[in-house]
């Protein structure tokens, strides 16, 4: 019995371990911004974990590249007025996601990073999607 216990969990072992270490086939989400044009490429939404981001209203006016970035998360939101100069390089939108060393429920730990300073955007417009839809 003790050789078929052993048995097993050596065959089980690699198979647990490669499917752990396996690189994930996906790539991220993200929302890219041509900032020369002020255009969006791809969706210009960005789902994740709990919530989302997604741009509205571009327009290219005196240089800049201007939206609004709205960000939610779990009903609650916050919009910003963003204008960033006209550039060669896009602003990118990610996910980013890794395993958390203490992972208690969920396993991961995910963010949002942006190749720009969002502390930059102005206003901060901000309420909730949820109690909004019951008024």
């Not at 089980?12 to 790539?27: C, H, R």
């Not at 800049?64 to 006209?86: N, V």
């Not at 390089?89 to 203490?102: F, G, L, Q, R």
Request: proline fraction near 7%; include cysteine.
């Amino acid at each position: 019995m003790k050789k078929l216990f052993l048995f097993v969990i050596l065959l089980i072992l690699p198979i647990a371990s490669f499917a752990e270490d396996a690189p994930s086939p996906k790539t991220p989400p993200q929302v890219i911004i041509d900032l020369t044009e002020c255009k969006i490429t791809g969706s210009p939404s960005l789902p994740w974990a709990l919530g989302s981001v997604s741009i509205n209203n571009l327009e290219l006016k005196d240089g800049q590249c201007r939206f609004e970035l709205f960000s939610e998360i779990e009903g609650g939101y916050t919009i910003k007025e963003c204008a960033l100069s006209a550039s060669t390089e896009p602003a990118v939108i990610k996910e980013s996601c890794e395993k958390d060393p203490n992972p208690g429920d969920y396993g991961t730990r995910c963010d949002i990073n942006y190749s720009f300073d969002v502390s930059k955007c102005e206003g901060g417009k901000a309420g909730n999607l949820l109690q909004e839809m019951v008024k």
